[in-house]
């Protein structure tokens, strides 16, 4: 006789089966061991670090590890922060697979503020539970700090008053230190310094610098060093980023300067320039001479510079510090209020090689260098005709040895001194090889 349950009955064994899971679950979680999350930044060389300079690359490791149970599996996700503290929003990578209880993230690049990481494990059922790493900050640094400065104006007249401004940049966030400002007569900025004021950094801005009169014409150039602080790189900008022009008068004018440059260097030679432009005289320069400045009013002015016998010539200029370009001489330049413009022109000497193959064994006069010599007479000349064919520029008389046959006699009258006797060192002078053709012989071949 079969028997129905009664709802009682079946609402019993379901509450029964509920609880037993829950309790079974309970087990299971008493279970899991609560593993060790380990995470350590590293740089591009795989290095473990704590500090990285702003702009370079880094990546993040992680341990999930436990001394109760075995090995960690799962997955585990990576929170990247713009900061040293593990605030705001972050970056995710989510589900990246341990492998042996490791995992690596994706590379990051270090903000001004610095970089920090956070790891989330999800867990393995059973064997561990989902845990949370701590913070893992990077000091950020500034190697690469530069400055920068603009003056107010590069051009005033005397008693006219000027200021600096400076930037930085590759620096951390929060820079201090301090940047001095100083003011000197020549490009090297080493020659009668004159300071515009110490000034302190604050979250990296840099205030301006004390404002100067110049009570005298000239050039001036101007210079700022930062001092760095326990993040920041020291810097110091370039002494010929920033040059004052100082006029006698208001009257609008600028400066051009040529540079005298030889190849061989300092070369005593002197070169003529002759330029055009109201008030622009002609000048003289050496290797070694001091450049030629000439203070001038706005207007167009051309240079060039004569000729000279056994040199090359090539020159390039410059406006206000740009990159210099090439100048063809005579050519137009066009000088504005306060520009200053800097040519630069170089003579290469030229060097004469006395030519090879001037001899004429066939005694056609062709110069053909059908005999194994050269012009300057060596063994191997059997006959050869020289005619004014010696290039020497500078007139000078040049002594050469010649290895000549001592006539004797000729005993089988075919007029060719076969029968000479040994060959003598003879002297010969350049003016002689000038003066007329001569001929020599040489019978050691």
Known sequence: MSKTLSTHTVYGIAVAASVLALLFAAYLASAETAPTITTVVRNTNNATTTSAAFGSVVHADVLVSSTTAPVATSTVDFFVYSNQTCSGNPSVQNNVALEGGRATSATSTVSVDGISYKVHYDGESGVHSAADGECTAVVVTGPNT???TTLSTTSVAVLSSVFDTAVLSGHTLHASGTVAYTVYSNSGCS??????????????AIPNSDSLAFNSPGAFYWQAVYSGDFLNAAATSSCTSEILNVFATSTP??????DKVTVPEGDATSFHFDTSGTGYADFDLTGSSTPNTQELAVGTYRINEQNKSGWTTSAMCSKNGATATQYSEGSNISLGNGDVIVCTFTNTKSTTTPPKDRCDKDDNNDYDGDDDCDKCGNNGLHKGWFKNGFPFENGSVKKFIRSLPVPTNDNDDDDDDDDAKPSAKVKVSENDRRSVEWRLRNRSD
């Open 146 to 148: 530069r400055i920068q």
């Open 191 to 204: 020659a009668n310094p004159r300071s515009a004021g110490v000034k302190t950094v604050s979250e990296g």
């Open 253 to 258: 004018r600028g400066r051009i300067t040529v």
